[in-house]
């Protein structure tokens, strides 16, 4: 996977005019833009094992070597039975797991449609020339581009999302990290809203100390979030001026996707509340399936902190983190028993975090046969 300045630096052309998918698009999809390494070096095809190779690079290892330890602490702290935690997993209803499986997958979908809808907003559809794949190739590009997440640190998927998009429609690689940069606004500011409203019903006042640290970092995101909002709205000429010549219109078509993405977000925040509702039902039926009295609040709550913390950088998808934290209010909020909490988060996350690996492996396995990257 390139790193975003890499795959969008040469979209301009050496005379300086507009590449194909750019404003004088003319029908064709454009070669893909050569990948360059850190010794300037092109990586041939895109660099198709370029997430093989930041497996093996020392930040991935070292954030999973801390995913690891977070994990043993928390087993060693709470006093987690393993084998008892296995034991709730292997008795777990089936019917209830598959359907919670379901609901989770159901999801894809709707994060497609939002997504499409963005590039329509920012003209990269099929009506201006570009070839945006229907659903189906946009949820497997959605399903690599998280399984980058789950394997590299960094949330360095959603730049991966947006090579891929570009790879197979010539699309601007900026252009296209801009919708992506609106999408997780949208999200980030429904999950924060969402959850400080269920946190005000489920805890009363009483905030457990792992909540707490939850809020805080959502909130820390939202004043980022506004902040940064502020000051690409007010400041992009300023800003321009600044940057070197050769990014600067790559600033500029990331600027203009994010506001003309959150210029009428009506239909995409209800896509939002959706997705999220979702996910709460989700950890709802995982808790149920093991047989826990667990309310509908209880669940929305612990798994949209759970998703909140996958915004952290420290490790993969929040591996190790969002499980100790599930765990830890499981047990704090209706004082659920260590093992049964472990059992939900274990179940939970074999949904949202191993099936992705899994399933994200296989596809990224056959892009690469084909040499797609």
Not at 13 to 41: F, H, L
Not at 244 to 252: I, L, S
Not at 351 to 361: D, E, Q
Request: aromatic share 8%; charged share 15%; hydrophobic share 50%.
């Amino acid at each position: 996977m390139s790193q975003p300045a890499a795959a969008d630096i040469d979209e301009l052309t050496t005379d300086g005019s507009m590449p194909a998918g750019q404003a004088a698009y003319d029908g064709t999809v454009a070669a893909p833009t050569p990948v360059v390494g850190p010794n300037g070096e092109a990586a041939a095809g895109g660099a198709p094992g370029s997430l093989l190779h930041r497996l093996r690079q020392p930040q991935t290892l070292i954030s999973f070597a801390i995913s690891l330890g977070i994990l043993i602490f928390a087993v060693l702290r709470l006093d987690i039975g393993l084998g008892v935690v296995w034991r709730n997993a292997r008795r777990a209803d089936p019917a209830l797991y598959a359907l919670a499986f379901a609901v989770y997958y159901a999801g894809f979908p709707l994060r497609a449609y939002r997504w499409r809808s963005m590039l329509g907003r920012v003209g990269i559809d099929p009506a201006h020339g570009f070839p945006v794949p229907g659903t189906g190739g946009l949820v497997e590009i959605f399903l690599l581009s998280w399984f980058a997440n789950c394997v590299v640190p960094a949330k360095l998927g959603d730049a991966y999302r947006s090579y891929l998009l570009k790879r197979r429609t010539g699309a601007s690689f900026s252009t296209t990290l801009g919708t992506i940069l609106a999408e997780r606004l949208t999200d980030l500011t429904v999950l924060f809203v969402a959850m400080s409203a269920v946190g005000a019903l489920l805890f009363h006042g009483g905030v457990p100390e792992r909540a707490t640290e939850t809020f805080l970092l959502g909130l820390g995101l939202i004043v980022v979030a506004i902040v940064g909002l502020g000051v690409m709205w007010t400041s992009r000429h300023a800003l321009q001026r600044r940057l070197p010549e050769r990014v600067r219109q790559q600033y500029g078509r990331l600027h203009d996707a994010v506001f003309a993405c959150l210029r009428r977000p009506g239909l995409f925040l209800a896509i939002s509340i959706a997705i999220w509702l979702g996910e709460g039902l989700r950890l709802l039926l995982v808790a149920r399936a093991l047989g826990a009295d667990v309310s509908f609040t209880t669940a929305m709550f612990v798994a949209l902190m759970g998703s909140l913390l996958t915004t952290l950088p420290v490790t993969p998808a929040g591996l190790g983190l969002v499980e100790g934290a599930t765990v830890a209010v499981l047990v704090a909020v209706i004082g659920m028993e260590n093992d049964l909490a472990a059992s939900i988060a274990l179940l939970d996350r074999v949904i949202g975090y191993w099936s992705i690996v899994g399933i994200g492996f296989i596809l990224y396995l056959r892009r690469a046969r084909h040499g797609l990257g």
